[in-house]
């Protein structure tokens, strides 16, 4: 009984850190596929803007809108029209790095991409960089300079 009790008390340690790997690694496996989504869950809780419920509806609604603004051949208005935007556009501007943010303005069609922002901010005398996340609402009649400089205020 001797032995068996210095056997366990030489090779708890290692036993207890065994256990503790084996468990590990069961949780692991049982969770992987939250464990690797969590990168895009991260990405959408801290690229969002926390809205009210009624701001999340307006959303919707202009949403629906723009769906409906469409050409009985199904294309959409055009967003712009001799420099100038065509119609009052509202966005929400997610939050966390530039690129991330813009892509919100890319998507509604008022830049071609990243560069085209950088490019109009630059000649606007601002830094791409200092883009807010917010909702905005860009008036008919708006340039891109005009946007660049609401967006980066």
Same mark, same amino acid.
Not at 9 to 17: F, L, P, R, T
Not at 58 to 83: L, N, R, Y
């Given at each position: 009984?001797?032995?068996?009790?210095?056997?366990?008390?030489?090779?708890?340690?290692?036993?207890?850190?065994?256990?503790?790997?084996?468990?590990?690694?069961?949780?692991?496996?049982?969770?992987?596929?939250?464990?690797?989504?969590?990168?895009?869950?991260?990405?959408?809780?801290?690229?969002?803007?926390?809205?009210?419920?009624?701001?999340?509806?307006?959303?919707?609604?202009?949403?629906?809108? =723009?769906?409906?603004?469409?050409?009985? +051949? #199904?294309?959409?208005?055009?967003?712009?029209? *001799? !420099?100038?935007?065509?119609? $009052? %556009?509202?966005?929400?501007?997610?939050?966390?790095?530039?690129?991330?943010?813009?892509?919100?303005?890319?998507? =509604?069609?008022?830049?071609?991409?990243? +560069? #085209?922002?950088?490019?109009?901010?630059?000649? *606007? !005398?601002?830094?791409?960089? $200092? %883009?807010?996340?917010?909702?905005?609402?860009?008036?008919?009649?708006?340039?891109?300079?005009?946007?660049?400089?609401?967006?980066?205020?």
């Amino acid at each position: 009984m001797k032995r068996f009790q210095d056997f366990f008390y030489d090779k708890n340690d290692i036993i207890i850190a065994l256990l503790i790997l084996c468990i590990a690694g069961l949780i692991i496996m049982w969770r992987i596929e939250v464990i690797m989504d969590y990168p895009q869950t991260l990405a959408k809780e801290t690229g969002t803007v926390q809205t009210t419920e009624d701001a999340a509806v307006d959303t919707d609604k202009a949403t629906e809108e =723009a769906d409906a603004d469409t050409t009985d +051949d #199904d294309t959409p208005d055009q967003v712009w029209m *001799a !420099g100038e935007l065509t119609h $009052d %556009i509202t966005i929400s501007i997610a939050g966390g790095s530039a690129m991330v943010a813009v892509d919100g303005l890319v998507s =509604a069609g008022l830049f071609d991409s990243y +560069d #085209d922002f950088a490019e109009v901010c630059k000649a *606007a !005398g601002r830094s791409p960089e $200092d %883009i807010k996340a917010n909702t905005f609402t860009f008036e008919k009649g708006s340039t891109q300079t005009d946007i660049a400089k609401q967006v980066t205020d």
